[in-house]
């Protein structure tokens, strides 16, 4: 198969370029409106964000001429602006969804309004990449299931951490090594209790909303991450949270080793994370038996072993999620995706004491922070999953520290994302033939909003 990029210069050659809407223009989304701007073979034709102002300055950021950005609340609109060589800004991501166009990359990192978008792409027959990790944790494996069944690509989008692990993974995977860890490095202090008014202001110099940042600082974003690494690989976190471990890059290889050699692991094949000089990259720890295989190691600076390490010691995030969507178009390839079912739950824990008729806030807020445990312990257990935690009522008090469970809350009934999610648990359990899952999933993609 030819490189990706000569895959691009051939669409180039022949004038010809992929269609692409973006959903959600944050920080990311800008991000990327700038980046597919260098990139001939890709045109971002629509971005849809529910603040307008941000979905028309991506365009402005990236170097377009207000006069080449029109304001669309109709598909009508939509292809008139397209007819006139505009590129479209819109408050509701169903113009999106529903134009014609070749792929949509959905950026809003909100796991309802994710699911309500990757739902509606699919059933449009779009490939979809996603940058949304909350939700793809949440309903992942069902959306995966979805695409097949329409013959599109879901994606979780290159560049971020997951990515760039997968592709260490699939590396050492496809060169028949055995693989002890892999894991990330934490850009910053592990600190649970934080709560937006601690870093509000850094929060602001920064760009980001308070939420946003305390859910790196709390290490929620780590847990989800490294679940959603985990649901792709088969890979598990050798405890409740994962070890995260204070080293750095020349520790790697001693520290993730099993107990009996010195280490910290239980068990060989896991996620987990370390706080030390490796930020912002991703490693691999690895082994092999082969006495001729240590010995070329070696020979490569590699070291003694038994244990060695690889390193991808950068990502891009958004800048490279342009790369996810030529592989589905060009190549009918996923960056990468989940398995048919969950490998592990992240589930919410009190971040302080809770109240009855308290309402759980977004990740990153003052109820609750983040924790992997794998998925058959968690659902034992009735663990509430954090992708659907948002807006549920507490139905009596929750103790700071405590696993929150289905039946300590309310969940709202109008999500589309709790809604799938029931349909995962039932598709995982076999409860549900694929005729009728396939009905409901439809006929929820037809009706959502």
């Known amino acids: ?268 094949g896991v996620v987990d994370y370390v706080i030390g000089d490796l930020k912002p990259g991703v490693f691999l720890v690895f082994t092999t038996d082969k006495k001729r295989l240590r010995e070329a190691l070696v020979l490569r600076d590699m070291g003694h072993g038994p244990n060695y390490v690889l390193l991808r010691p950068f990502h891009l995030c958004s800048m490279e999620v342009p790369l996810s969507v030529a592989q589905a178009v060009l190549q009918g390839k996923s960056t990468m995706a989940p398995q048919d079912h969950l490998v592990t739950e992240v589930v919410a824990v009190a971040k302080t004491d809770l109240k009855p008729g308290q309402e759980l806030e977004r990740i990153g807020g003052h109820t609750h922070y983040c924790m992997v445990d794998r998925y058959e312990r968690a659902a034992a257990m009735r663990a509430l999953p954090v992708g659907i935690a948002k807006g549920a009522v507490l139905n009596r008090p929750v103790q700071k520290g405590q696993v929150l469970t289905y039946d300590d809350v309310s969940l709202p009934s109008n999500l589309v994302v709790v809604a799938l999610r029931r349909l995962q648990d039932q598709w995982m359990a076999g409860e549900i033939t694929p005729t009728e899952l396939l009905r409901q999933l439809n006929q929820l993609a037809v009706h959502s909003t």
């Open 1 to 268: 198969m030819f490189a990706l990029s000569v895959d691009m210069k051939v669409l180039e050659a022949s004038g010809r370029y992929i269609r692409v809407g973006l959903i959600g223009a944050g920080q990311m989304g800008t991000d990327i409106v700038s980046q597919v701007s260098l990139m001939p073979s890709q045109r971002i034709l629509i971005a849809a964000d529910i603040d307008l102002n941000r979905a028309v300055n991506c365009y402005t950021i990236a170097g377009y001429a207000n006069g080449q950005v029109v304001v669309a609340g109709t598909l009508d609109d939509v292809n008139r602006a397209w007819l006139n060589d505009r590129r479209v800004a819109t408050t509701d991501y169903r113009l999106v969804t529903d134009a014609p166009l070749d792929a949509v990359i959905e950026s809003t990192g909100n796991p309802e309004a994710s699911a309500r978008a990757a739902l509606r792409t699919i059933y449009q027959r779009k490939h979809l990449v996603t940058m949304s990790v909350e939700m793809d944790i949440t309903v992942g494996p069902l959306l995966k299931w979805y695409a097949d069944q329409h013959g599109v690509i879901y994606a979780i989008g290159a560049g971020d951490e997951p990515s760039a692990l997968y592709e260490l993974y699939d590396f050492a995977t496809a060169l028949g090594l055995t693989i002890i860890a892999v894991g990330k490095g934490k850009n910053n202090p592990l600190n649970r209790e934080a709560v937006p008014e601690d870093l509000a202001d850094e929060a602001a110099q920064r760009g980001l909303t308070p939420e946003m940042l305390i859910e790196f600082v709390d290490g929620s974003k780590t847990e989800i991450e490294m679940a959603c690494v985990a649901n792709a690989t088969g890979l598990v976190p050798d405890v409740f949270g994962m070890h995260g471990p204070q080293i750095n890059v020349a520790d790697l290889k001693n520290t993730f080793n099993l107990k009996q050699n010195g280490g910290i692991l239980n068990q060989y």
